[in-house]
């Protein structure tokens, strides 16, 4: 069996990659949201449930935004309020899926996204359009341990998450 190089303990690992479109985050704050690495992309918790995933990789460009979790259901009356939200070309095949993504290459892309009126302010006044914690678009997480995961400010207790949603 070959010996380990001692050295290698000691190599520099490369930074952490930057959070795309983190105005959003900041928008989220009162919801106390923690992200974790997911295919090249950063998805966005709240709680234990996914509410978005911010990518900004390229192969499609087309598809860098914020991808939004919802059902079919919800895309017209989102749309309405968000006119260039649309389905995801990278999954299933570009057909409709529940994901819908506010692509980045929008003129309104950070207004869209980080308004009061907009992604984050539907999320945050918890309109059911956008799944939140307690709803389920299939995908859940143990919580913010480990390195992998980015927590933006202190999680608090359920019972507190809950108040600060007017739950």
């Known amino acids: 069996m070959p010996r380990r190089d001692a050295n290698a303990l000691f190599v520099v690992r490369k930074p952490p990659k930057r959070l795309p479109f983190d105005f959003v985050l900041e928008e989220l704050a009162v919801l106390d949201p923690w992200t974790r690495p997911m295919f090249g992309c950063h998805a966005v918790y709240v709680e234990d449930k996914i509410v978005f995933v911010l990518r900004d990789k390229g192969g499609p460009k087309?598809?860098?935004?914020?991808?939004?979790?919802?059902?079919?259901?919800?895309?017209?009356?989102l749309r309405a309020e968000m006119p260039t939200m649309r389905s995801i070309s990278v999954l299933a095949g570009g057909g409709v899926t529940g994901w819908q993504v506010l692509p980045a290459d929008a003129e309104d892309f950070e207004g869209v996204s980080a308004t009061e009126d907009g992604l984050a302010g539907t999320l945050v006044r918890r309109r059911r359009r956008i799944l939140a914690p307690g709803e389920s678009c299939g995908a859940t997480?143990?919580?913010?341990?480990?390195?992998?995961?980015?927590?933006?400010?202190?999680?608090?207790?359920?019972?507190?998450?809950?108040?600060?949603?007017g739950a």
């Open 62 to 77: 087309c598809d860098d935004g914020v991808w939004i979790a919802t059902t079919v259901e919800h895309h017209e009356t």
């Open 141 to 165: 997480a143990p919580g913010p341990t480990g390195s992998s995961s980015t927590v933006i400010g202190e999680r608090p207790r359920k019972a507190a998450t809950a108040i600060a949603m």
